[in-house]
């Protein structure tokens, strides 16, 4: 025999071989068997996580409804948390399942993972630190979810805190991702309540005792106003003594973040009510002086 004709041979047999293969019934048996169990695992996966979801939120609904109470901001924060670990938990039991049922030995593959994972741990300290700064960050109840804080260069709302990282929202819209590591120092404008601080300046050929009495009355009248106000505003008197005015210092104590919106709606009701009782409010002024002939000097007030 020739070599092609044996070549030739060869490749018959190898084909023969591959068909009765495919053929065998057994083995189409046992692959739609893998792709039931496949799908039936994506499907039981997804249906356990919607539906811990569903309790971790009933959860914290009959929580709130106990005689211990827990915070808004650090419930929503420990739901977040919770959903996250949930999906991880399945998605990892899941993803085992699957190569379980590929017949890919899991045990092996976990027992390699762990030595694998012994060594990318030296190398993953950031990993590790962002994880257990996460930890201490929730558990500490350093800020929550919900709570504006100023974290180095970001300032806005939180959005979401992982456990590797924290989203917060800046004030435009934009989505600021911070690593957990990295977060040293926070500015938390959520936990107590807020103040706001309003300079108000009156001329100095005003009567100033007059408009500290007009002040004060129209601070009486604000907390019926205004219900973020949680007490009425203080005048603490006069502040010091501008260019061309007097300031006046009033200080007014808010719910936590309402300070700016209570420090725009108090500086426009002292404003109209300053004209309405005819107290001037300072504007920059020029005095010109023209020297005339014999000596006479004419001002030009502007």
């Known amino acids: ?88 938990v399945v998605y990892f039991i899941a993803i085992m399942s699957i190569l379980a049922a590929m017949t890919i030995d899991v045990k092996a593959m976990l027992a390699g993972a762990g030595i694998v994972g012994l060594a990318v741990g030296f190398g993953a300290q950031s990993l590790v630190k962002d994880i257990i700064t996460g930890f201490f960050i929730i558990f500490e109840d350093q800020f929550s979810v919900g709570d504006y804080v100023r974290i180095g260069q970001f300032e806005g709302t939180v959005e979401e805190i992982g456990l590797r990282t924290t989203k917060i929202k800046s004030f435009t819209g934009e989505i600021n991702i911070l690593p957990n590591g990295s977060i040293v120092e926070v500015t938390n404008f959520s936990v107590y309540n807020s103040v706001s601080v309003l300079d108000i300046g009156i001329a100095y050929e005003g009567d100033i005792e007059y408009a500290e009495k007009v002040l004060q009355q129209y601070l009486e009248t604000t907390t019926e106003k205004y219900p973020e106000l949680v007490k009425t505003p203080e005048l603490l008197g006069v502040q010091q003594f501008g260019a061309s005015e007097v300031v006046l210092r009033i200080v007014a104590e808010t719910v936590p973040m309402k300070h700016w919106y209570i420090g725009r709606q108090l500086r426009k009701d002292i404003k109209l009510l300053l004209d309405e009782h005819g107290i001037e409010i300072p504007f920059p002024r020029m005095v010109m002086y023209s020297r005339q002939e014999g000596g006479e000097q004419k001002e030009f007030g502007k």
């Open 1 to 88: 025999m020739t070599n092609a004709e044996e070549s030739i041979t060869r490749t018959q047999a190898f084909l023969n071989k591959i068909s009765q293969k495919l053929m065998d019934e057994d083995l189409w048996f046992a692959f739609g068997e893998g792709v039931l169990k496949i799908l039936a695992i994506l499907i039981i996966s997804g249906l356990l996580i919607r539906v811990g979801k569903v309790a971790i939120h009933n959860f914290f609904k009959m929580k709130t409804r106990g005689p211990i109470r827990v915070s808004e901001r650090r419930e929503m924060t420990l739901m977040k948390l919770l959903e996250n670990v949930l999906t991880y």
